[in-house]
């Protein structure tokens, strides 16, 4: 397991530092200047370039980019262009607001899709399955900043039961959670189902239902255990297209979260905060499937994963 860890670990290096050259490259050839951004429309050209010259973005992209990720590895991920401050400060706070989202939307996906998965495989067929399949494909359908601005209009502006926007207590994190949830919850279902169908047409379940084992505890102990690791699986790609995905939530909602600062920061052409943003979800993603892949050994003992 430790070998496993360390092997993965390193690899990670090379799948960071490709990000952070393709984000590089990316923001540098969209069209703006971020110094004339800085400097106002109507500013003289030599104040631009006094700004340019002040950002470095006279310098050739290469020496550009070895200073920036000669920066990262010293856990300095730069000044922001927009606002002249440590980009550090700047993610910090909103960075945990998106994660804090993330994780909720994440928790309340795995809750209401093993639930419906459950039920929809061990009764097969019935008016249950059809009708969770159905729910589950219109999840799947909505998209995010609809379902929140039905919510919103439903629940916070008719019905006065929560608050439109922000983010902190209970009642304003119950709507945001929801809108984000609601698809992976969907996915995780069909998942579910597809899966524990699969287990339980072994010959082991028949051979427990066959010995009289109680039927809570063949669904529960037997056939969803082994039929957890690919929902596992979505789950921790779920989680990361969540992070990522926040964006459109965050929006709707206005919650001041990374993924609300991502967009500010692309529209102000202020690369290092989008280039931090970027590598950040990029760490988070690739530890969460980490994770996962290391959770196989312990759903399955017979999994190696040193294989």
């Known amino acids: 397991m430790t070998v496993y860890i360390i092997r993965r670990l390193i690899q990670l290096i090379p799948v960071l530092l490709g990000v952070t050259i393709l984000v590089f490259l990316l923001m540098h050839l969209t069209p703006g200047n971020p110094a004339q951004l800085m400097a106002g429309e109507n500013a003289p050209p030599e104040t631009v370039e006094r700004i340019e010259d002040r950002l470095g973005l006279n310098d050739p992209l290469p020496v550009q980019y070895f200073d920036y990720i000669t920066g990262v590895v010293q856990g300095d991920l730069g000044t922001s262009m927009r606002y002249n401050t440590p980009v550090i400060d700047e993610v910090g706070d909103r960075f945990w607001v998106t994660m804090e989202l993330a994780i909720y939307a994440t928790l309340l996906s795995i809750f209401l899709g093993l639930i419906a998965g459950i039920i929809s495989a061990v009764r097969q067929y019935s008016v249950s399955?059809?009708?969770?399949?159905?729910?589950?494909?219109?999840?799947?359908?909505?998209?995010?900043?609809?379902?929140?601005?039905?919510?919103?209009?439903?629940?916070?502006?008719?019905?006065?039961?929560?608050?439109?926007?922000?983010?902190?207590?209970?009642?304003?994190?119950?709507?945001?959670?929801?809108?984000l949830g609601t698809a992976g919850a969907a996915i995780i279902a069909r998942m579910t189902r597809s899966s524990m169908l699969e287990v339980i047409?072994?010959?082991?379940?028949?051979?427990?239902?066959?010995?009289?084992?109680?039927?809570?505890?063949?669904?529960?102990?037997?056939?969803?255990?082994?039929?957890?690791?690919?929902?596992?699986?979505?789950?921790?790609?779920?989680?990361?297209?969540?992070?990522?995905?926040?964006?459109?939530?965050?929006?709707?909602?206005?919650?001041?979260?990374?993924?609300?600062?991502?967009?500010?920061?692309?529209?102000?052409?202020?690369?290092?905060?989008?280039?931090?943003?970027?590598?950040?979800?990029?760490?988070?993603?690739?530890?969460?499937?980490?994770?996962?892949?290391?959770?196989?050994?312990?759903?399955?003992?017979r999994i190696d994963l040193n294989e």
Not at 149 to 158: D, G, P, V, Y
Not at 259 to 270: A, F, H, K, P
Not at 281 to 289: L, M, R, T
């Open 201 to 301: 047409s072994q010959d082991y379940i028949r051979t427990a239902r066959a010995k009289g084992v109680k039927e809570r505890i063949v669904v529960y102990k037997h056939a969803l255990k082994n039929a957890l690791i690919p929902v596992v699986t979505v789950v921790g790609l779920q989680f990361g297209s969540l992070l990522a995905g926040a964006v459109l939530t965050e929006e709707v909602f206005a919650i001041n979260g990374m993924g609300r600062l991502l967009v500010d920061s692309i529209m102000n052409r202020d690369f290092p905060v989008v280039q931090a943003c970027i590598l950040i979800i990029s760490v988070v993603f690739v530890v969460v499937n980490l994770l996962v892949d290391i959770s196989y050994r312990f759903l399955n003992k």
């Open 129 to 179: 399955d059809v009708t969770i399949m159905i729910i589950a494909l219109f999840g799947l359908s909505m998209p995010n900043f609809w379902l929140g601005l039905m919510l919103m209009q439903w629940f916070a502006i008719n019905l006065g039961w929560f608050p439109p926007t922000g983010w902190g207590s209970p009642s304003q994190v119950l709507l945001p959670v929801i809108t």
